[in-house]
């Protein structure tokens, strides 16, 4: 749920701007002022960049200058010319979808934004924007040099990766309880919460006490470091989806079906007991957020570590996978990469498409829905420009309840099927749609294989 408010303060607070969202409660601290980031590599259904914390602040890779002052004497201690104070609310009382607004008073440390969603939801936040002037950055570079012999640094020549700089954060201002329901629609997804949640409500809710001081977003900058000078690079990278044009007659199926392969070959060759290990463990993870956090960590340890690393759980689901990869071959880092693109994706989808996607899986129809998403992705789903017809062929399945699950699961990514082959998407509904087909693809690739 953390993940679901700090992207709603950010889609309110800057639709298309750069300000990414804190995807977890636990790495908050990781995405304060000066701390330095890596990214992940590009996934083509990422609708904002995705950063790794490195666990180090940019004064620890900086030589002592002359006259020995700390880079904290860059960040205020309140207020000031660096800090701001706003609040969040965002409130419904009825599930449903409604219209959001924004205004702004006169006074700029007044911000008041209100919506609904989906969802019924109701929590109101106050936050504090903080930052380090670039100009303050810019004279720093000037009397402070990197330390090129810190291991960090040595680690980033290596991997060649590029290094971020966090120089503003959104803050909360004070402890926050937020809470949501979801009312399941119909006596369908009823029955799904029930199997895989042991539920026998239909309603289902959520709540999470963010802390005070909890990092909900935050803007990053790149660092260019050339011997022991570095400097910004300004330019900002857009979404790939935004820049990239192909106009083939596929659409960009055939762009999402390269990287998903190229991410996910290794699955294809992997042995009958790490099959069924693999397809234990993303099964598990789809059910239970806490194991999914997990399972994250533990392969980001995998592709972090230069040594071998030991990998321990508590979860009998994980175990058989995470024992298998203890060492740092090249083969265990290539399934690690692979776990962790299918991650990606997963994380992109609603919980409630994992749950539709988990059915599936029983009902052995993923085959056909891959084939049905991939239809989708050969029209123009970016700028949903009107409907569009489908092959009817893929909409016909042996029973009426797998074609219900199938049509709420494609919908929820935001494209709309009628019975005739007509559909519609609402917005761009590309990036969900291309990790819908990503995860897909791998749970029909390990369901078939072993």
């Known amino acids: 749920m953390f993940k679901q408010v700090t992207q709603s303060v950010v889609h309110q607070m800057d639709p298309k701007g750069d300000l990414v969202p804190v995807h977890g409660i636990f790495s908050h601290e990781h995405f304060r002022p000066l701390c330095l980031l890596t990214r992940k590599r590009e996934a083509i259904f990422f609708t904002s960049p995705r950063y790794k914390p490195s666990r180090y602040r940019l004064d620890d890779v900086l030589l002592s200058g002359e006259d020995n002052k700390s880079t904290e004497s860059l960040f205020p201690n309140g207020g000031g010319e660096a800090s701001s104070k706003f609040t969040v609310m965002i409130t419904s009382n009825t599930i449903g979808r409604g219209d959001g607004s924004l205004s702004v008073s006169v006074d700029p440390a007044s911000i008041d934004v209100k919506g609904a969603a989906s969802l019924s939801r109701g929590w109101s936040i106050k936050l504090d924007k903080k930052y380090i002037p670039l100009p303050?950055?810019?004279?720093?570079?000037?009397?402070?040099?990197?330390?090129v012999n810190h291991s960090f640094i040595q680690q980033l020549k290596k991997t060649r990766e590029n290094l971020y700089l966090v120089h503003e954060i959104i803050e909360t201002l004070e402890e926050t309880s937020c809470e949501e329901s979801t009312m399941a629609q119909g006596s369908f997804m009823a029955q799904i919460y029930t199997k895989f949640h042991a539920k026998g409500t239909r309603e289902d809710k959520q709540s999470i006490t963010i802390p005070k001081g909890c990092t909900l977003a935050f803007r990053a900058i790149q660092l260019d470091i050339r011997d022991a000078l570095w400097d910004f690079n300004h330019f900002k990278l857009r979404q790939m989806t935004e820049t990239i044009s192909y106009g083939s007659s596929r659409g960009r199926l055939g762009e999402v079906e390269k990287e998903v392969k190229e991410n996910c070959q290794i699955l294809s060759n992997l042995s009958s007991k790490l099959f069924v290990a693999v397809l234990k463990a993303i099964k598990a993870v789809m059910?239970?957020?806490?194991?999914?956090?997990?399972?994250?960590?533990?392969?980001?340890?995998?592709?972090?570590?230069?040594?071998?690393?030991?990998?321990?759980?508590?979860?009998?689901?994980?175990?058989?996978?995470?024992?298998?990869?203890?060492?740092?071959?090249?083969?265990?880092?290539?399934?690690?990469?692979?776990?962790?693109?299918?991650?990606?994706?997963?994380?992109?989808?609603?919980?409630?498409?994992?749950?539709?996607?988990?059915?599936?899986?029983?009902?052995?129809?993923?085959?056909?829905?891959?084939?049905?998403?991939?239809?989708?992705?050969?029209?123009?789903?970016?700028?949903?420009?009107?409907?569009?017809?489908?092959?009817?062929?893929?909409?016909?399945?042996?029973?009426?309840?797998?074609?219900?699950?199938?049509?709420?699961?494609?919908?929820?990514?935001?494209?709309?099927?009628?019975?005739d082959g007509s559909a519609v998407c609402t917005g761009n509904a590309f990036p969900a749609t291309a990790a819908l087909y990503t995860s897909l693809y791998v749970l029909n690739l390990l369901s078939n294989s072993g």
């Open 136 to 147: 303050k950055l810019e004279a720093l570079k000037t009397v402070r040099k990197i330390n």
């Open 287 to 419: 059910r239970d957020r806490n194991l999914f956090q997990e399972l994250t960590q533990k392969m980001e340890a995998v592709l972090d570590e230069t040594g071998s690393c030991e990998l321990k759980t508590e979860s009998p689901d994980l175990k058989d996978l995470l024992s298998s990869l203890q060492d740092s071959s090249p083969l265990v880092l290539k399934l690690a990469e692979a776990i962790t693109y299918t991650l990606d994706a997963l994380d992109e989808l609603k919980e409630d498409q994992l749950l539709l996607l988990l059915e599936s899986l029983e009902e052995k129809i993923v085959s056909q829905q891959l084939k049905l998403v991939g239809n989708i992705l050969e029209h123009d789903i970016e700028r949903g420009k009107g409907p569009f017809s489908m092959d009817t062929t893929l909409l016909s399945f042996s029973r009426e309840e797998q074609q219900k699950l199938t049509f709420a699961m494609v919908e929820m990514s935001g494209v709309k099927l009628q019975k």
